[in-house]
Nanobody
């Protein structure tokens, strides 16, 4: 069983930075795709960034391109999301998730989810 635990959320002013961490990642067929999702109040959960770990390919939502960077440290079994130039519209609960190849390339929902961490950006 994969248990993902996020940390690093908090409150920051617009223009600031935060780095989210997700401990507990593994390297198996069912978890080759690692990603970050977010859900703002009253909105549906949306994908923010994902990485296909066998080759390191990364993908970003248009709303975060150039500001967010997803990365993984295999030695620490940890996934990261570096968030720079934060905007109030980035305010949401951020979740890390793990899934198979299909999660990265066919939109299949991840198999495993963390509990979420709150990010609040004030103007």
């Amino acid at each position: 069983q994969v248990q993902l635990v996020e940390s690093g959320g908090g409150s920051v002013q617009a223009g600031g930075s935060l780095r989210l961490s997700c401990a507990g990642t593994t390297y198996t067929r069912s978890t080759f795709c690692l990603g970050w999702f977010r859900q703002a109040p009253g909105k549906e959960r949306e994908g923010v960034a994902r990485i296909y770990t066998p080759n390191g390919q990364t993908y970003y939502a248009d709303s975060v391109k150039g500001r967010f960077t997803i990365s993984q440290d295999n030695t620490k079994n940890t996934l990261y999301l570096q968030m720079n130039s934060l905007k109030p519209e980035d305010t949401a609960v951020y979740y890390c998730a793990a899934g198979s190849y299909s999660t990265c390339f066919s939109g299949v929902s991840p198999n495993f989810w963390g509990q979420g961490t709150q990010v609040t950006v004030s103007s």
